[in-house]
């Protein structure tokens, strides 16, 4: 990444953190922020930024993670919100279909449903807020797998939870480009793994993946939690697979650069604080009747600027924020004061 980008980057941060025009108030409203787990550091600081979005506006929000990542358990928590009757419900899902009745439920009384990070059908929702469009995030994995193993041999994935909505419309992204494009033919995916968002889950994957593929070369971990966890593991044990996926700088500075000692040549991520901020800004543009969630709607989200509500892979609708960032060697350091 240049300086120019990095700069682009940095000079964004700074605004997401300056006062806010305001255009969507929310005074008195109450929104309830439901996470895929608690202690997921990608969602904390995206949640952070979707408080202080909607405080300033004059509204407030309740943060509330399940007991454990699991469909059930968000369907528990959601039980017990729709009985408070809040505003709206912005949730980062942790199925795709196991959470429609409930939704839907929420919807029929009257509360407003925003998702991101993670979407639920496009039934249980008005509307999705999307990190990055899923075939730039596909094609951007992809491509640090075939630049890494040198565009040959066994590679793996380490995803979240089998049901995760974005882990597997990123995942099935992949897999439709690799089986497109020759350029990908000398690559073999020999298993994709499920680390359920648990450190040590994610620990013990990464040990039996490579004690069942002795040759693998590089494991893509599309999750914050899984990539770290993977990260220590290759890194402790000086294993020659590499890793690379999704993660926060701040989690793998000391496992980032492009030489034998570390374990993560590259990887990506977005603004989480800007996803939090346009998750913030769609909400309340919901419960104000400013969008409905259809297609082509448009609203202004802060100094964020404009967006355009676009078709989703589902047949849903969805907000795309931008494209993937790389963190490299060069990057890391900067970065990792940042997220």
Same mark, same amino acid.
Request: proline residues 3%; contains cysteine.
């Given at each position: 990444?240049?300086?120019?980008?990095?700069?682009?980057?940095?000079?964004?941060?700074?605004?997401?953190?300056?006062? @806010?025009?305001?255009?969507?108030?929310?005074?008195?409203?109450?929104?309830?922020?439901?996470?895929?787990?608690?202690?997921?550091?990608?969602?904390?600081?995206?949640?952070?930024?979707?408080?202080?979005?909607?405080?300033?506006?004059?509204?407030?929000?309740?943060?509330?993670?399940?007991?454990?990542?699991?469909?059930?358990?968000?369907?528990?928590?959601?039980?017990?919100?729709?009985? !408070?009757?809040? #505003?709206?419900?912005?949730?980062?899902?942790?199925?795709?279909?196991?959470?429609?009745?409930?939704?839907?439920?929420?919807?029929?009384?009257?509360?407003?449903?925003?998702?991101?990070?993670? %979407?639920?059908?496009?039934?249980?929702?008005?509307?999705?807020?999307?990190?990055?469009?899923?075939?730039?995030?596909?094609?951007?994995?992809? /491509?640090?797998?075939?630049?890494?193993?040198?565009?040959?041999?066994?590679?793996?994935?380490?995803?979240?939870? @089998?049901?995760?909505?974005? !882990?597997?419309?990123?995942?099935?992204?992949?897999?439709?480009?690799?089986?497109?494009?020759?350029?990908?033919?000398?690559?073999?995916?020999?298993?994709?793994?499920?680390?359920?968002?648990?450190? !040590?889950?994610?620990?013990?994957?990464?040990?039996?993946?490579?004690?069942?593929?002795? #040759?693998?070369?590089?494991?893509? %971990?599309?999750?914050?939690?899984?990539?770290?966890?993977?990260?220590?593991?290759?890194? /402790?044990?000086?294993?020659?697979?590499?890793?690379?996926?999704?993660?926060?700088?701040?989690?793998?500075?000391?496992?980032?650069?492009?030489?034998?000692?570390?374990?993560?040549?590259?990887?990506?991520?977005?603004?989480?604080?800007?996803?939090?901020?346009?998750?913030?800004?769609?909400?309340?543009?919901?419960?104000?009747?400013?969008?409905?969630?259809?297609?082509?709607?448009?609203?202004?989200?802060?100094?964020?600027?404009?967006?355009?509500?676009?078709?989703?892979? #589902?047949?849903?609708?969805?907000?795309?924020?931008?494209?993937?960032?790389?963190?490299?060697?060069?990057?890391?350091?900067?970065?990792?004061?940042?997220?």
């Amino acid at each position: 990444m240049n300086k120019k980008v990095i700069s682009a980057i940095l000079c964004g941060t700074m605004i997401l953190g300056a006062a @806010s025009p305001v255009m969507a108030s929310a005074d008195g409203k109450k929104i309830a922020l439901v996470g895929k787990s608690a202690g997921n550091a990608f969602f904390e600081i995206a949640a952070a930024s979707f408080k202080e979005t909607v405080e300033a506006e004059g509204g407030t929000v309740d943060v509330v993670y399940p007991e454990t990542a699991t469909a059930d358990a968000q369907i528990k928590v959601l039980d017990n919100l729709i009985s !408070q009757q809040p #505003d709206a419900i912005c949730i980062a899902a942790n199925d795709v279909n196991a959470l429609q009745a409930k939704l839907e439920e929420a919807m029929d009384a009257g509360i407003k449903v925003s998702s991101f990070d993670s %979407a639920p059908n496009k039934d249980s929702r008005q509307v999705f807020v999307n990190q990055a469009g899923t075939v730039a995030v596909g094609q951007a994995l992809m /491509d640090s797998v075939l630049d890494i193993t040198g565009g040959e041999g066994q590679w793996a994935i380490l995803s979240a939870t @089998s049901q995760a909505a974005n !882990q597997n419309a990123w995942i099935d992204a992949m897999k439709k480009i690799m089986e497109e494009d020759e350029k990908y033919s000398k690559l073999e995916l020999v298993e994709v793994a499920y680390g359920d968002d648990e450190p !040590q889950k994610s620990t013990d994957q990464t040990a039996a993946l490579l004690e069942k593929y002795p #040759d693998l070369k590089v494991i893509c %971990a599309p999750t914050t939690v899984g990539i770290a966890a993977a990260a220590k593991y290759l890194q /402790d044990n000086e294993a020659t697979c590499k890793l690379t996926g999704l993660g926060l700088p701040s989690e793998m500075i000391e496992y980032t650069g492009a030489d034998d000692t570390h374990s993560c040549p590259y990887f990506y991520l977005w603004d989480m604080q800007g996803l939090g901020k346009l998750s913030a800004y769609a909400t309340i543009s919901l419960v104000n009747d400013e969008i409905t969630g259809a297609l082509d709607e448009k609203f202004t989200a802060g100094d964020l600027g404009e967006f355009t509500i676009t078709e989703a892979d #589902d047949g849903g609708t969805e907000i795309v924020l931008g494209l993937p960032l790389q963190f490299n060697a060069d990057n890391i350091e900067e970065m990792a004061k940042l997220y």
